[in-house]
């Protein structure tokens, strides 16, 4: 590991002389374009490290802390109305921002690898598998022999052999973690070098997570693959990364050794970050950070943690400040007080018991004997429960057990499902139409994409309103702290807010058109 003034390394010089890195990225800077007036902001900046083959580096932080586009940057890629700014990223020696569109395209799929978040948007639900597994493999070999034995190869190696049907199948056809597994499959096939992963097994139950974490790791070690893996879940990094960088408004705060970093973090916002895992022995309320963090061009002129540290003094305000070394095992920090504040180590916070309100009179909802069907086949069957106001009642299960289609059943958007539904004491109508708006009120789990040329704005009004006086008074009915409804965010439009932030501004809608893609570099 290097700690250097700005720069981070995950795993560089380990003792047995320093190894040739298989990703370096120094000083990698993506901007958004100039618009409107608005001069060009860097959204990530100052952005170093490595990580050598076989390596995991874990990529943590809040939305809109500048993960994903960070991951993009890596496959040579920005998403529309930003750009890379400055920096390198060198894959084996080789300094990918300087290839051409054509030699861009060859390396992805082939050296570079990216899995997305969504299995589903990542495969052609008009494909089989098969096809869609075989297409990636045209470019692995022109021998048919070889092509064939590497998918028998692949599908074993993710766990998909024993699957009857696999190949005919079309994507809709499996579950979330089977195709989890089709991407990770696709994205191993021509044993790339490096593999991106954003945030792969968010939506899985833990069952089928805990096989596709097992699953990544052994690919990685086996074929000396350096992955970057991004994730909100702590929990799961610490369990897949050798080493872990925590992004804060597109700066590194914290790298170090995943283990040094969770037991001693350096940054409060490691520490603000820690405090908010849930316990599954200790439940207490969870402590978030308070304030949001600021946006691109309207951060503030020293430290950008400074409004929400609880560790701040004066000088923080002078100016950015250093990465600074707090182990010789490259573990550092951007921040004045770093040593001090790994010396507190991750002492146990106080928890705050959740305080118990005033019974509420009856359950707001009120689910009896439910059972819902998907032609002849059953897959809710006696469901009973209630919700009392002001409570959260959680509803788990494996992939497959009928989460999903018991909240359709609730939202009125699956069409055969029997028993009776009360909400706040009346009957629920079956259908989403017969609804009343007050029983609309509600938000989708599985969120259907807001559209692109669409303003964030525009999106968040109701879509029966289209009025533009009642749109508007819809949108400014909106609570102000949501991150959403500060001004301006309104105007932005739909493929701007980070992924974070968009369910937020989500109404049930089927529009689907996915975002433009551009290369990189201006
Ligand atoms: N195409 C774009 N044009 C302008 N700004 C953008 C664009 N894409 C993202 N941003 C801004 O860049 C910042 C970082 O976004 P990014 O998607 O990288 O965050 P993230 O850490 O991946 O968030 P999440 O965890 O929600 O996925 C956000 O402030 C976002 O609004
Ligand atoms: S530099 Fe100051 S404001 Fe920034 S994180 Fe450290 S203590 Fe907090
Ligand atoms: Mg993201």
Redesign the pocket.
Known sequence: MTGNGDKCGAAAGNGDGELQARLMVENLQVLRTPSRGHKAVDVVDEISFRVQPGEVLGLVGESGSGKTTMALALLGHVRRGLVIGDGKIIVDGQDILGLSHSELQHLRGRRIAYVPQDPSSALNPTLKVGTQLREVLDSYSNDQKARDDRLTEMLAEVGLSTVPGILDSYPHQLSGGQQQRVGLAMAFACRPQLIVLDEPTTGLDVTTQRRVLETIRDLCQSYRVAAVYISHDLAVVAEIADHVAVMYVGRV?EVGPAREVFTTPA???TRGLLRAIPSLTDAHVLVGMAGQPPRPGNRPP?????PR?????P??EQGQ?PLVKVSESGHS??????VE?AGLGRAAEERVTRPTGPEAAGPMLDVRNLSATYGPKTVLRDVNFAVPGRQCVAVVGMSGSGKTTLARCLVGLHPTWGGDVFFAGKPLARGIRRRSDEQLRHVHRRKPPVLPRQCAGRCRAPLLLTAARLRRQAVARLPPDDGIGRPGRGDERAHVPARGHRPRARRPHTGQAPPARHDARR
């Open positions: 705060g940054h409060p916002y020293g430290c950008f943690f400074q540290c609880e560790f701040a003094i000088d923080c400040p920090a951007r921040c004045l007080r770093a504040v």
